[in-house]
């Protein structure tokens, strides 16, 4: 197939719609998660469909000092990769398409979610996102559209804008697509020296030590809840030499809820900062200050365990769906990372 490059929405809205149009936008520099997202729309769209990529570096979500300048722009290797991917069009249009009449006066906010982390570390950054997402949305006019779960903040934030303002857009998250050594596939992954690179690593093990913490007590908690253990049986293998089997016994009954003891809690049903998000935590933070020590060092921004629904951090009793973020430096670059858990009876 020939993908289209257009440049106008005149140009777009003058094509012939009979399916459904998936729309998945970007800022360019096309790499394998922007790929898999075109595969999907063009899964979603079906063949009678059409799949819509849109390439626009927006200057309103970029700071004072950010890399506005220095964004790889390489509109013809991403017309070649949105064409292998399934795309009918790329939408790229210049500013001057975008915001005619100059920088908008009247803007999307985000409101107190996007002031939260990469809000609090990116002032005004959210709001710029928002505002050219709505814009791109009004202009391609797409049924569905397809975001990134990498940027896990953006994708509640837009989810949260088409619920709130009535968007009559399905939005759609993609699962994170990582290289071979688990780094989260980005743009901002080619600034990156070989020796930063192993640094940035540490970012992705951070948050796998931080889930397999949470699958081992969820483990234990399930085993718990279906394995008749006491203290006086561990008691009994560990006297005839069953140290392993004792330790494992011991950690089941410990696990076990009582009526008056939460899941790892205190006699007043209190959550103990032993397990839960609390442990969760403590296993991603441990890996990152090791890499604080690494040659370059990673600078942590934040790491953060945040309800989906509004970014703010869990408690330690929470159930339910939960985001492990994590925002940090290497050299010049600052790189993100998450990933999705789910704590409790949901689970």
Do not use: C, W
């Not at 080619?190 to 970012?203: F, G, I, M, Q």
């Not at 889930?211 to 234990?220: C, T, Y």
């Not at 006491?230 to 006297?239: D, F, N, P, Y």
């Not at 890996?287 to 629904?309: E, F, T």
């Amino acid at each position: 197939m020939t993908t289209a490059l257009l440049r106008t929405a005149d140009e777009l809205h003058a094509r012939v719609r009979v399916g459904r149009r998936a729309v998945v936008m970007t800022m360019g520099a096309l790499h394998e998660g922007h790929a898999t997202l075109i595969r999907t729309a063009r899964e979603i769209a079906g063949p009678d469909g059409e799949v819509v990529v849109t390439v626009f570096v927006n200057p309103l979500q970029f700071g004072k000092g950010e890399d506005l300048d220095r964004y790889p722009r390489t509109l013809d290797a991403d017309l070649k990769i949105a064409e292998n991917s399934g795309a009918d069009a790329v939408f790229a249009p210049g500013v001057e398409e975008v915001y005619p009449g100059g920088e908008p006066q009247v803007r999307i906010s985000a409101g107190p979610m996007g002031e939260r982390l990469e809000g609090a570390s990116r002032p005004g950054h959210f709001d710029g996102m928002l505002t050219v997402v709505a814009k791109l949305l009004h202009l391609t006019r797409p049924d569905v559209a397809l975001y990134g779960q990498k940027d896990a903040q953006q994708l509640a934030l837009i989810r949260r804008m088409a619920r709130d303002l009535n968007f009559g857009v399905e939005i759609v998250g993609v699962p994170t697509v990582r290289e071979d050594d688990g780094l989260a596939l980005s743009s901002r992954n080619r600034y990156l020296s070989p020796e930063e690179r192993r640094t940035a690593l540490t970012l992705s093990r951070a948050l796998f030590a931080g889930r397999d913490r949470h699958a081992a007590q969820e483990a234990l908690r399930a085993r718990a809840r279906e394995v008749p253990a006491t203290h006086a049986r561990a008691e009994a293998l560990s006297a005839i030499g069953e140290s392993r089997a004792a330790a494992d016994t011991h950690a089941v009954a410990k696990s076990r809820p009582s009526p008056t003891t939460a899941v790892g809690g205190d006699a007043a049903g209190r959550p103990a900062h032993t397990g839960g998000p609390a442990a969760v935590r403590a296993a991603a933070r441990l890996v990152l200050d090791d890499a604080g020590r690494l040659s370059p060092p990673l600078a942590l921004d934040y790491l953060a365990l945040v309800d989906p629904s509004d970014f703010t951090e869990i408690e330690d009793d929470f159930t339910g769906e939960a985001v492990l973020a994590v925002a940090a430096r290497v050299g010049t670059t600052r790189l993100i990372d998450n990933i999705p858990l789910t704590f409790g009876a949901a689970s």
